[in-house]
């Protein structure tokens, strides 16, 4: 009785997992890419500060990348040549509010 | 790695697919690897690349294929790359190969990925059945398509065999060319009717003119290049920053690798362009036309203009002045418009009459006039004045909406030519455009009231004939005769021309596609019926859309639309460069692409029809379209886009039929004019002027600007019109060599500057004197504040795609009226408050901010018109400038009350 017992358990549980398998490969692939919104608070920075500003946290430097642990590196594509190792933010990307705006509610994006 | 993710891409349309095909090369296989790393890169994943990890662990590359497009949003025109997955479109990136943005995207950009799956898509044709529910949410049901378009075709025909001055199409700088090129064709050919016009005549028009006045020909001569390479940026009343993001990026990179690069903004409020000039100019609204006289001044009085190129390449005219302002219906048939706008409304003058007619604007008088101290006045002047400075002015709906619109275009031109800073890399005037395809579309394929496709007109005979035989219709067909066989002689009705006969009544079927207008046409009072005209209620309303708009309140149907990659298109951005976007994901539910309705509609409006004896509709579409199986004849559309393209492409490559260029060069002397002395100067089109490539090369290249030209083999674009130098380079060395000014030996000329304007009769510009006249309304005691109104950085137009995206919505979820503390103090309102806004025109309620995106100066504000539930275009006024016949947005006055 325990075989079987134990037996349907593991059908039950391979059932769902396929079961999870397939809605998951039914779900629509999740999209990605989008510039992350800054939260609330950061409000008004870019304004005063410019990308000099955001590379205080958000940038690759001496006290590591990001600088701010808390806070989110600047992808690597962001930078002169397209490396870290430039420690440069290419003059293209430096309106950052052009694709960070802030948003007033605080959330962040999905 | 990449072997792999190679290997995993089968689709044969993508960039990505290029380095799977057996003829591998190190360029495609380099763009491949580029391409998805830019992509997994921007998802913030590189862990995708080997499908181990992120979201899913497949995005990017396992089943996911990379296409070329084209953005769907503002002018700048940037080319993307989206990745699709699962039939979805998961990701949006920059195209580092499109010249136009090199990689760069702005927020509306990224988001892209999400406008296409906001709730409430449209996927259904809908019908009201019940007239009493227009102008409501309500009252339209679900129908089969074929109800749906025996409805519109029975509508339209009904209407067109009764009196075809009552039916007009309302276009859009949205409409990709193939589309716009179809229309454009069956209105005009098949239904013999101009009355289509786009919504570009709300954003353009008036450079539109100016074009055509200066140069001869439409479109600017430089490129976006340009903003890598010039000294000094002026921008004239134009918030780059917000509605044209990239290129405003690229500005701002230009200031930073080199810090003597200036930049002057000006304009009636600060925004965010002004935040990185090195000088804000605010100037009383309506003074531009001001200004620039006053530099035009300084540098003629003080002999500091480019002597020899005004010499070579300038002619001096005056225009008939005084032209009040466009309000009332008749307006455009009053004596002074017709004199404006006639042959006698612009008549040649010398040099030294048109320095006299700029002696007025002085210093001190234009500095008491503008609000503009007269030291800015001379520090820009003196940009202007110094031989050595590359200048790029750039400019657009400051200078474009505005009731003398027209002149400041010309104005702006005036003091390029003067100062010989013109169509050289990093120097020259820049005309900016709204829209994405308002260029490709609206402007070169013919859909507003008075043109043909590749800049024709519908008045010229010449231009007829043309059109004629590369249509297939028998000569004179489009008209010859203005009494007995007028045919499309006469421009039709422009836009606002349009929706005043509409709200009168005069209008009695309306198709719309690509637009909102009942968001965003100004007086909406007047035209939406909630004055004393309400025609708009009476007339059979037709609106193809994606999503539900407050256009969709007063149709009677809607036709459901594919949406941007849900099919394939094409665009045309403010630098000349025509892009393809490729059908990348299946629309939702039965929407259509836009072609496929025009053509069911055309088959079954011209049913019976014949054009010289032969089936109307064979004749017109009979390449593309199988009216036995009533569909396209290749389920392919990436075939159908191409067959449309070779046909529009000979428009601009006449060689390719003989009988085309037989008239293109006024062979048999035709068209031209014989002098009282019996000398004939022939007219020619020189329509190679325009060349535009074969379809496949604008995937392969990412786009190109035109004109185009084929060089041992290879199709190269242009990036500076006009100019001396080789193809190779970017200059104009085909068209110079082509239709440049010879000497008798037939050797070319060489001129200062370094360019040739063989676009216009003389090889000379008009520079042409136009005075600063005073808006249509100013500020009194009723109405003292002007009110201005544009675009913010996260929503497009009337916000009805981006909306839809939460995070866009988030980020600006309401449209806030920006004032001055000092103004708020006056009137007893602060931050948050709800007051009303009030015009002679109309009313509405909006939330006050004294820290919003711009910061107005005492006496103007600003709120932007994407949100319905505000409806700023409710006040708005629709005079408009009379010779582009584009109404002034930026200059209502208002009241302000606390609500």
Not at chain 2, 139 to 144: I, K, Q, Y
Not at chain 2, 801 to 807: D, G, L
Not at chain 2, 873 to 887: M, R, T, W
Request: glycine letters at 8%; hydrophobic letters at 35%; one cysteine or more.
């Amino acid at each position: 009785m325990k075989k079987v017992i134990i037996a349907l358990l593991i059908i039950a549980i391979v059932a769902v997992l396929c079961a999870l398998a397939y809605f998951a490969f039914l779900a629509p692939a999740p999209q990605t890419g989008m510039p992350p919104l800054a939260p609330a608070d950061h409000a008004q920075r870019f304004e005063t500060g410019g990308a000099d500003y955001c590379y205080t946290c958000h940038g690759n430097g001496d006290a590591g990348n990001p600088q701010d642990k808390d806070s989110k590196a600047l992808p690597e594509n962001h930078y002169v040549d397209g490396s870290y190792d430039n420690k440069a933010l290419d003059p293209g990307r430096m309106m950052c509010n052009t694709c960070h705006a802030v948003t007033p509610g605080g959330e962040a994006a999905e | 790695m990449v072997e792999k993710m190679l290997n995993e891409v089968p689709d044969s349309t993508s960039i990505v697919s290029e380095a799977v095909n057996s003829e591998l090369s190190r360029r495609s296989f380099v763009k491949a690897t580029a391409a998805t790393l830019a992509v997994a890169a921007a998802a913030g994943t590189l862990s995708s690349l080997v499908g181990c990890g992120g979201q899913g662990g497949v995005l990017g590359v396992g089943n996911s294929k990379v296409y070329t497009s084209v953005c769907r949003f503002c002018g700048c025109g940037c080319g993307v790359l989206c990745e699709v997955a699962g039939g979805r479109l998961v990701s949006v990136t920059g195209d580092p190969d499109n010249a136009s943005n090199k990689g760069l995207n702005c927020v509306k950009g990224y988001y892209l990925a999400k406008v296409l799956y906001g709730k409430d898509r449209l996927t259904k044709p809908l019908i009201r059945k019940d007239k009493a529910t227009k102008g409501t949410d309500s009252g339209l049901t679900e129908a089969s398509w074929d109800e749906a378009l025996d409805l519109v075709a029975e509508k339209l025909k009904a209407v067109w065999k009764e009196d075809k001055s009552r039916l007009a199409f309302w276009a859009s700088g949205q409409q990709p060319i193939v589309e716009g090129y179809l229309t454009a064709k069956f209105w005009k050919a098949g239904l013999l009717s101009n009355n289509i016009d786009p919504n570009a005549r709300l954003c353009m028009a008036s450079a539109v003119v100016a074009f055509m006045n200066v140069f001869q020909t439409d479109e600017p001569a430089g490129c976006y290049e340009d903003l890598d390479l010039a000294d000094v940026f002026i921008t004239w009343g134009a918030n780059m920053a917000e509605a044209h993001p990239v290129l405003y990026s690229r500005l701002t990179a230009r200031k930073l690798n080199d810090s003597n690069v200036k930049h002057y903004d000006l304009g009636t409020i600060k925004t965010r362009t002004s935040a990185s000039a090195n000088k804000t100019m605010l100037f009383k609204p309506g003074t531009d036309n001001a200004i620039a006289n006053c530099i035009a001044n300084y540098l003629v009085s003080e002999e500091k203009y480019d002597k020899k190129f005004v010499e070579a390449h300038c002619q001096f005219k005056a225009g008939t002045e005084d032209l009040g302002n466009a309000y009332e219906d008749g307006w455009d048939a009053t004596d002074k418009l017709q004199e404006a706008t006639g042959n006698d409304g612009v008549w040649g003058i010398e040099f030294s009459e048109y320095a006299d007619m700029l002696k007025k604007y002085t210093f001190k008088y234009t500095s008491e006039l503008s609000g503009v101290s007269e030291a800015d006045l001379k520090e820009l002047a003196e940009v202007f004045a110094d031989k050595n400075k590359k200048v790029m002015s750039l400019w657009t709906m400051g200078v474009n909406q505005h009731n003398r619109g027209t002149w400041m275009n010309h104005n702006i031109y005036n003091i390029h030519l003067l100062s010989g800073k013109f169509a050289q890399p990093g120097c020259g005037p820049f005309s900016l455009t709204g829209q994405p395809t308002a260029c490709g579309t609206a402007r070169e394929v013919g859909t507003f009231a008075h043109r043909l496709p590749a800049d024709l007109l519908v008045a010229n005979g010449q231009h007829r004939r043309y059109t004629e035989v590369l249509w297939g219709l028998p000569s004179g067909y489009l008209g010859d005769d203005e009494e007995k066989n007028p045919g499309i002689m006469k421009p039709g009705k422009h836009t606002i021309k349009i929706f005043r006969d509409l709200s009168n009544g005069d209008i009695d079927f309306l198709w719309s596609a690509h637009n909102n207008w009942a968001g965003s046409l100004p007086n909406l009072t007047r035209f939406l019926g909630k004055g004393e005209k309400k025609g708009i209620m009476d007339a059979f309303i037709v609106v193809s859309e994606v999503y539900p708009t407050l256009s969709c309140d007063y149709a009677d149907v809607v036709f459901p639309a594919a949406m941007w990659i849900e099919r394939e298109g094409q665009f045309g951005n403010a630098e000349r460069r025509t892009a393809i976007f490729e059908k990348a994901v299946d629309p939702p539910g039965d929407a259509k692409w836009d072609a496929w309705i025009l053509m069911q509609v055309a088959q079954r409006v011209l049913d019976g029809e014949v054009i010289g004896g032969n089936d109307s509709f064979d004749t017109l579409f009979g390449t593309i379209w199988d009216k036995d199986k009533k569909d396209f004849i290749n389920e392919s559309q990436r075939e159908i886009s191409k067959i449309v393209w070779e046909e529009y492409r000979t428009f601009t490559n006449p060689t390719m039929n003989p009988t085309a260029d037989d008239i293109n060069n006024d062979v048999g002397d035709k068209f031209g004019v014989t002098a009282d002395d019996g000398t004939y100067t022939p007219a020619k089109l020189k329509l190679f002027a325009k060349q535009m490539a074969p379809y496949d090369e604008y995937l392969s290249n990412h786009g190109l600007t035109w004109p185009v030209r084929e060089v041992d083999g290879k199709w190269l674009g242009t990036k500076w019109r006009f100019a001396a130098g080789k193809q190779e380079d970017g200059f104009d060395e085909y068209g110079i060599a082509q239709y440049g000014q010879k000497d008798d030996a037939g050797k070319l000329i060489s001129k200062p500057g370094n360019i040739d304007l063989y676009k216009t009769a003389k090889y000379k510009a008009s520079v042409t004197f136009r005075p600063y006249e005073p808006p249509a309304e100013n500020p009194d005691a009723e109405y003292p504040f002007w009110f201005c109104t544009g675009r913010l950085l996260e929503h497009w137009h009337t916000g009805s795609m981006t909306r839809v995206v939460p995070e866009l919505d988030r980020a600006l979820p309401e449209a806030l009226l920006d004032m001055n503390a000092a103004d708020c103090e006056k009137l007893g309102v602060k931050d948050g408050d709800m007051v009303t806004v009030k015009s002679r025109h109309g009313e509405f309620n909006i939330r006050v901010s004294t820290a919003g995106r711009t910061a107005p100066p005492a006496g103007v504000v600003f709120a932007p018109f994407f949100a319905k539930e505000t409806l700023i275009n409710l006040a708005v006024h629709d005079y408009y400038d009379p010779l582009s016949k584009e109404p002034d947005y930026k200059k209502t006055c208002v009241s302000i009350t606390k609500a």
